[in-house]
């Protein structure tokens, strides 16, 4: 299959929860048979099974959601123990985690699309990668190192820019910009590691990096007390080093291989073609209506080695508009962390590392 620019940002929101919800409600079927946990949590909560009750859904807001946390209380799977290939884990930070398990072809197919997804700002060919991090990270087994590695795959000849002790290495920078600055150029780092050890020394050096595509994520809580935002963010690269093509996303191990990407106009993250986002207010469950902040609740149809299609987060967010932005479907952003919901977060894991300092 060739996959075109707009590959998994094509469809109109109207088209897209035409072709979500059979799915979504296919996969719900398909997790009450095959993972017993789930049926008996649905039950719980007084939702019958959708064969005994003839039940049909009129839309994707009235599928039942899980609670994300419930992964990390509970074994969740919907194959057997002998087909299980993976058990991915969680960045959570007080000994809770979550556990998703992955057979071989529900791996095999969340790589596949979250490969496509990042074909759609980094093009078909693999480019040079400059990593905002440590080559001694991809030694580790921490949820931070699962990230870079993950997106190592994304790129080639990369260069760490941090020394084995989590320094910066002007040097490995220059020469990196000197072998791949005059052509495109993939850069990934958590968003406060990118701005520290990225930004700020490429502004002081008077670096060039307007060829570089930077794609990252997390951490903005920790740029909160610097009083730098997403926007402050993308127009202090843009005026100092001349980086514009800037990526956030949002994703989470529970629903793997889905990312919500940020598009190229800065300021709202979009939901692919086999993903959705719904805004609940916390106290009524109800959907809000756009503008209004409320409990993101994230689906996927990926989901199939466990029931993580239709989650409930402990995020905040708010749809800006509908088909009205860089790409059709929902516009939002994400607003933070309920209050007193766990911190967790790969880039918060940085802190604790040898050498780590603290946004």
Same mark, same amino acid.
């Given at each position: 299959? @060739? #996959?075109?620019?707009?590959?998994?940002?094509?469809?109109?929101?109207?088209?897209?929860?035409?072709?979500?919800?059979?799915?979504?409600?296919?996969?719900? !079927?398909?997790?009450? &048979?095959?993972?017993?946990? $789930?049926?008996?949590?649905?039950?719980? @909560?007084?939702?019958?099974?959708?064969?005994?009750?003839?039940?049909?859904?009129?839309?994707?807001?009235?599928?039942?959601?899980?609670? #994300?946390?419930?992964?990390?209380?509970?074994?969740?799977?919907?194959?057997?123990?002998?087909?299980? /290939?993976?058990?991915?884990?969680?960045?959570?930070?007080?000994?809770?985690? !979550?556990?998703?398990?992955?057979?071989?072809?529900? =791996?095999?197919?969340?790589?596949?699309?979250?490969?496509?997804?990042?074909?759609?700002?980094?093009?078909?060919?693999?480019?040079?990668?400059?990593?905002?991090? !440590?080559?001694?990270? &991809?030694?580790?087994?921490?949820?931070?190192?699962? +990230?870079?590695?993950?997106? =190592?795959?994304?790129?080639?000849?990369?260069?760490? @820019?941090?020394?084995?002790?989590?320094?910066?290495?002007?040097?490995?920078?220059?020469?990196?910009?000197?072998?791949?600055?005059?052509?495109?150029?993939?850069? /990934?780092?958590?968003?406060?590691?990118?701005?520290?050890?990225?930004?700020?020394? %490429?502004?002081?050096?008077?670096?060039?990096?307007?060829?570089?595509?930077?794609?990252?994520?997390?951490?903005?809580?920790?740029?909160?007390?610097? =009083?730098?935002?997403? %926007?402050?963010?993308?127009?202090?690269?843009?005026?100092? *080093?001349?980086?514009?093509?800037?990526?956030?996303?949002? +994703?989470?191990?529970?629903?793997?291989? *889905?990312? /919500?990407?940020?598009?190229?106009?800065? +300021?709202?993250?979009?939901? *692919?073609?086999?993903?959705?986002?719904?805004?609940?207010?916390?106290?009524?469950?109800?959907?809000?209506?756009?503008?209004?902040?409320?409990?993101?609740?994230?689906?996927? *149809?990926?989901?199939?080695? $466990?029931?993580?299609? #239709?989650?409930?987060?402990?995020?905040?967010?708010?749809?800006?508009?509908?088909?009205?932005?860089?790409?059709?479907?929902?516009? /939002?952003?994400?607003? +933070?962390?309920?209050?007193?919901?766990?911190?967790?977060?790969? !880039?918060?894991?940085?802190?604790?590392?040898?050498?780590? #300092?603290?946004?």
């Amino acid at each position: 299959m @060739i #996959v075109t620019a707009q590959d998994v940002f094509a469809l109109a929101q109207k088209d897209k929860e035409a072709r979500l919800l059979p799915e979504l409600a296919s996969l719900t !079927s398909h997790h009450r &048979a095959a993972c017993p946990a $789930y049926d008996r949590i649905l039950k719980a @909560i007084g939702h019958a099974d959708d064969r005994e009750c003839g039940r049909e859904y009129a839309a994707v807001g009235e599928l039942p959601w899980l609670p #994300v946390r419930m992964f990390k209380d509970h074994v969740l799977k919907s194959v057997p123990d002998d087909a299980v /290939f993976r058990v991915l884990t969680s960045s959570g930070t007080t000994g809770a985690v !979550s556990r998703i398990h992955l057979d071989r072809e529900a =791996a095999a197919t969340q790589a596949r699309m979250l490969a496509r997804t990042m074909r759609t700002v980094l093009g078909p060919r693999r480019l040079p990668m400059l990593m905002v991090d !440590s080559r001694a990270v &991809a030694r580790s087994s921490s949820a931070r190192a699962a +990230g870079v590695l993950g997106m =190592a795959n994304f790129g080639r000849d990369h260069t760490w @820019i941090l020394d084995e002790h989590d320094r910066p290495d002007l040097a490995a920078l220059e020469g990196f910009l000197a072998r791949h600055g005059d052509a495109p150029f993939l850069i /990934f780092g958590f968003t406060f590691m990118v701005w520290r050890y990225l930004y700020e020394p %490429a502004r002081a050096a008077g670096l060039d990096l307007s060829r570089g595509v930077l794609v990252h994520s997390g951490g903005w809580k920790k740029l909160a007390a610097q =009083a730098v935002d997403n %926007a402050e963010f993308r127009s202090s690269f843009a005026e100092h *080093t001349g980086l514009t093509r800037i990526h956030n996303f949002y +994703g989470m191990v529970e629903q793997i291989g *889905t990312i /919500f990407l940020e598009g190229s106009s800065g +300021g709202s993250l979009y939901c *692919t073609d086999f993903a959705d986002v719904i805004v609940r207010d916390p106290a009524t469950w109800a959907e809000t209506e756009p503008g209004v902040p409320g409990l993101l609740e994230v689906v996927s *149809t990926l989901p199939r080695s $466990y029931p993580g299609h #239709v989650l409930l987060t402990e995020d905040l967010g708010v749809v800006h508009g509908i088909d009205d932005g860089d790409w059709p479907g929902k516009r /939002f952003s994400v607003l +933070g962390r309920l209050p007193r919901a766990e911190a967790r977060g790969c !880039s918060d894991t940085f802190a604790a590392q040898p050498g780590g #300092v603290a946004a």
